[in-house]
């Protein structure tokens, strides 16, 4: 009579000593899923940018729709990939103050927390981008302007907006996504 081998053990000897890996670099199912969405909410602005003919700025959210000095203000963005991109690119936005006087706030950073960087979206997602706006208490202007836009850092060039006459943009490949009033 033969001793019985255990099924790992048996598995082990059918299979060789390959083991699988899951490929570096690669997002997971979860975090792809927290990336992206199957619809823009219905209470964003529209936009329709859409930068080199591989990513359109479908619409952006700001909450609160008004700021007020001291305080921070959510803001959402959503990308629908029209092509592969084959750079890293990061997603540059500046805050200006609609009037010039103060000095510009530079907030740029990976899409979607890092977890889903550009060379891994895939045509027909849509990805949702969020990050925070803050305005110092000692602040006062009437508004502020949101520019928005994609940028390779290794080449230092920004991904060209392809339909400048249908979106608001100041002819250097930045996006103007809202114009947020500043409470007095």
Same mark, same amino acid.
């Given at each position: 009579?033969?001793?019985e ?11 060789g ?6 490929? !570096? =670099?690669g997002?997971? +199912?979860?975090? /792809?899923?927290?990336? &992206? %969405?199957?619809?823009?909410p ?21 909450? !609160? =729709?008004r700021?007020? +000095?001291?305080? /921070?203000?959510q803001? &959402? %963005? ?9 750079a ?16 510009r ?11 889903l ?9 849509t ?27 290794k ?7 392809t ?6 943009n ?15």
């Amino acid at each position: 009579m033969r001793p019985e081998l255990p099924t790992a053990l048996l598995s082990v000897l059918l299979l060789g000593t390959a083991c699988i890996v899951e490929a !570096p =670099g690669g997002a997971s +199912p979860e975090q /792809r899923r927290a990336a &992206t %969405v199957t619809q823009v909410p219905p209470l964003s602005v529209r936009n329709g940018a859409n930068l080199g003919g591989k990513v359109e700025l479908v619409a952006a959210t700001v909450q !609160p =729709g008004r700021l007020t +000095p001291g305080e /921070r203000a959510q803001v &959402t %963005v959503y990308f629908k990939v029209l092509d592969a991109l084959d750079a890293d690119y990061l997603i540059f936005v500046h805050v200006e103050d609609a009037g010039g006087r103060m000095e510009r706030m530079n907030l740029d950073h990976m899409p979607a927390g890092g977890m889903l960087p550009t060379s891994q979206w895939k045509p027909g997602e849509t990805v949702k981008d969020e990050f925070s706006i803050y305005l110092p208490a000692d602040a006062n202007p009437k508004a502020l302007n949101i520019w928005l836009g994609l940028w390779d850092p290794k080449t230092d060039a920004r991904l060209p907006l392809t339909n400048r006459d249908a979106v608001r943009n100041d002819g250097r490949d930045r996006i103007l996504i809202a114009q947020v009033p500043v409470a007095q």
